[in-house]
């Protein structure tokens, strides 16, 4: 365990202030009033680990990440239970992702339970500020920079900066459930064989913007990413790996694209996969072309899509359109196969159904 020096602020903000702010979050827009950072610096390791009051972090202009995007990052949440607790959802995940993102970026690894006392210590101080309204949690952000200064680029950074911020949250799409419509990028790529597709680093995100702003441009949503190569393999979505239903009631059954190394390995595509056999639901990892999509929507064989992730849940989508045309899945609505993993996950986090994979961690 490492030994963190704990300064909390002078001053907390009055408690009707604090309801007010939470009534109406939004996502990622709202922070706590603390945060945590631990130094390391090559030959010296880990040192300096603080909980101290969310504020600005003083950089020199010529810090490597500015300039080199030496930076990743991991998403989590803690979620209010029942009885006034605090949980998070299978934050040794993160940590073991956390660090596997790192040896891409070749930045120094953080013990697990480095990573996980880190959230305990931060979500303590900022107890108060977790969400106890239905569907809001408290998102936690830990990300890694490298902050030597220098424009070499002969080696990677001598000094980091790990940093966990803390924002309570609505859902990531605002309003009701209700599926969002999908552009698929061709003239853009997300990550090629050999590339950073694997890790959470934010260059994956920076290179994404413009195929989410054509998205948006197409009247769409959200971005979906083909592979590299052929442009016709479905991989994910900008924040969200994907899932196909064949099938429905009793013969509904899963399929979702394999990791091949361009894809984020999500932490809820893993434990929809362990929790779909549960209810009796069959999953694969299957490779999946946009006309196999397109056709078995229209032969009534693929009958729901949803889009999983730490942030966006599962939320269903409806409406797929690409540079030759659109198609339209479940009528615009969401399927019972959704909607009843959706309520088995969100009723495990949110301590109202039973955790037979123990994913729950109280914090
Ligand atoms: N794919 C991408 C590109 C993401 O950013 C995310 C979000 O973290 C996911 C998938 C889903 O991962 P997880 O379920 O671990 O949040
Ligand atoms: C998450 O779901 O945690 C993500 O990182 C998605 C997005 C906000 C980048």
Not at 32 to 40: A, G
Not at 161 to 186: E, N
Request: with cysteine; net charge negative.
């Amino acid at each position: 365990m490492i030994e963190f020096d704990v300064k909390l602020a002078d001053q907390r903000k009055p408690a009707g202030e604090r309801e007010a702010l939470l009534a109406d979050p939004g996502f990622g827009q709202l922070f706590t009033e603390h945060m945590v950072t631990i130094e390391w610096t090559k030959g010296e390791g880990w040192h300096d680990a603080r909980l101290r009051p969310y504020g600005p972090l003083a950089l020199d202009p010529a810090t490597k990440v500015f300039h080199y995007a030496q930076e990743l990052f991991e998403g989590l949440k803690a979620y209010r239970q029942p009885d006034g607790s605090i949980v998070s959802f299978r934050p040794y995940a993160n940590a073991a992702r956390f660090n596997i993102s790192c040896d891409r970026m070749a930045m120094p690894r953080l013990p697990e339970e480095t990573f996980v006392q880190a959230l305990e210590l931060l979500v303590d101080a900022d107890r108060d500020w977790v969400p106890t309204r239905e569907g809001h949690s408290l998102y936690l952000r830990p990300f890694i920079i490298a902050t030597e200064t220098g424009m070499g680029v002969n080696a990677p950074s001598a000094r980091y900066l790990f940093c966990v911020i803390a924002s309570p949250s609505a859902a990531y799409f605002s309003g009701a459930i209700k599926p969002v419509s999908v552009w698929l990028s061709t003239e853009y790529t997300r990550a090629a064989p050999g590339g950073t597709g694997f890790a959470k680093c934010g260059g994956n995100y920076a290179a994404a913007f413009v195929a989410q702003q054509q998205a948006v441009e197409e009247g769409c949503d959200q971005v979906v990413w083909l592979d590299a190569a052929e442009h016709r393999w479905v991989e994910e979505m900008g924040g969200m790996n994907l899932f196909f239903v064949y099938g429905s009631g009793a013969e509904a059954r899963l399929v979702t694209p394999p990791l091949t190394g361009t894809l984020l390995p999500g932490i809820t595509r893993d434990s929809l996969l362990k929790l779909a056999p549960d209810l009796g639901i069959p999953v694969s990892e299957e490779k999946i072309s946009v006309e196999q999509w397109r056709d078995d929507v229209a032969s009534g064989a693929l009958t729901e899509a949803f889009a999983c992730g730490t942030a966006a849940v599962i939320t269903p989508v409806g409406r797929v359109k690409g540079a030759s045309g659109e198609f339209v899945i479940g009528g615009g609505a969401m399927g019972a196969t959704t909607a009843r993993l959706r309520e088995e996950l969100v009723g495990i986090q949110y301590g109202d159904k039973p955790d037979p994979h123990a994913w729950i961690t109280k914090l």
